[in-house]
């Protein structure tokens, strides 16, 4: 585990940790967080993405690449994020200057009248398994001249010009939604792409009643029947703003080895680590939230805050009281927009700043 021992600024990115106006009531249920109000009260608030209903990336997504300068000026869509070479690259794979996109095994459901989107996590996805399937999708996907590169077996990534400028959706972003304005379409035209539906048919055709989905189902889970496209884009030259990232996020670990940031793995807790006084900043992303949020489970999204307060903002709370660390910064995402903050000890003293929580929510 890498230490953040010489970092004397923290930045903690917490995913789906910023309920929407509409949810507020429910996700505050008895939700007793002391050290979260008294950062949040005193901080300085820096920025406020409210977003809009329909862009196709994820707030904390979007955050990182512009940390990064990871999103080119010119792209067709503001709001898209080109995060699958990086993504390839935490993986273990070379992503030169091809474009890419990252592909998962997913599970649509049939709701009355539409298609939806099951959060990939949800699929309990064993290795073996997905490497099966994908050894079945393979050819498919090679024979209409596409490359595939699969340094993890539920995570591939695809390049092929037949895609051109296909614009897709984070799924988390579609998860537990109407998927039908969250598929790949031509990023100028809005057009759906054919050659994209061909090679999703052509999958799901060959895992229809597969022996693995069949077993899967004999198991009460759902079956692996769909291929989810997003993220698609060409690695750019970034940069990083932080002397060190710690995330499970494949996203943002490739930012960081792309930019030559030291890069490691999501702390357990705050209790590990001893700052001291040296340059740098150090950001660790936390996401607890992002299953209970996408299901609407409020119970288990407060068990998670619950969590984060004990583990990570109370003891942080602290080392910044005792000028163990200089500076905290707070990025709090929901599924639109992100709020960030900064806390230093001189702010904990301005009492009379008195902002709470809530009124963080994005309506």
């Not at 591939?156 to 972003?173: E, I, N």
């Not at 990023?187 to 069949?214: C, D, I, Y």
């Not at 150090?282 to 209970?292: G, I, K, Q, R």
């Amino acid at each position: 585990m890498r230490s953040i021992m010489h970092a004397t600024r923290l930045h903690l990115l917490l995913p789906f940790a910023l309920p929407s106006a509409a949810d507020a009531a429910t996700a505050l249920h008895n939700l007793v967080t002391p050290a979260l109000d008294r950062l949040v009260a005193r901080g300085t608030l820096v920025e406020r993405v409210i977003g809009e209903d329909f862009q196709r990336t994820l707030p904390h997504e979007r955050w990182v690449a512009r940390q990064f300068d990871a999103i080119s000026p010119t792209q067709p869509a503001a709001d898209e994020a080109p995060l699958a070479p990086y993504m390839l690259l935490a993986d273990g794979g070379e992503p030169g200057d091809a474009t890419w996109a990252c592909i998962q095994p997913v599970h649509v459901r049939i709701a009355h009248d539409h298609l939806v989107l099951i959060d990939p996590a949800a699929l309990d996805l064993e290795d073996d398994e997905a490497a099966t399937l994908l050894a079945v999708a393979r050819p498919l996907i090679e024979e209409l001249g596409v490359r595939i590169e699969a340094p993890k077996p539920t995570r591939w990534y695809l390049s092929s010009d037949t895609f051109g400028s296909l614009a897709g959706a984070s799924p988390l972003r579609a998860s537990g939604r109407n998927i039908e304005i969250w598929l790949p379409h031509e990023a100028h035209t809005g057009e759906r792409s054919r050659a994209w539906m061909k090679l999703q048919n052509e999958v799901q055709m060959a895992w229809f009643e597969h022996p693995v989905n069949e077993a899967r189902e004999a198991r009460g889970l759902p079956a692996v029947n769909s291929i989810w496209f997003h993220a698609q884009g060409v690695a750019l030259p970034v940069r990083s703003p932080f002397a060190q990232v710690l995330s499970d996020a494949p996203a943002t670990r490739g930012l960081a080895l792309a930019a030559q940031a030291g890069a490691g793995s999501q702390p357990a807790s705050f209790a590990a680590f001893a700052p001291t006084a040296t340059a740098g900043v150090t950001l660790v992303e936390l996401d607890p939230f992002s299953a209970p949020y996408v299901e609407q489970d409020w119970a288990r999204w407060n068990d998670a805050f619950a969590a984060l307060e004990a583990d990570w903002l109370a003891p942080a709370l602290a080392a910044l009281q005792a000028d163990r660390i200089g500076e905290l910064g707070l990025t709090l995402c929901g599924d639109t927009g992100s709020v960030t903050l900064t806390v230093t000890r001189n702010d904990l003293r301005k009492f009379w700043r008195r902002r709470v929580f809530a009124s963080l929510f994005i309506e």
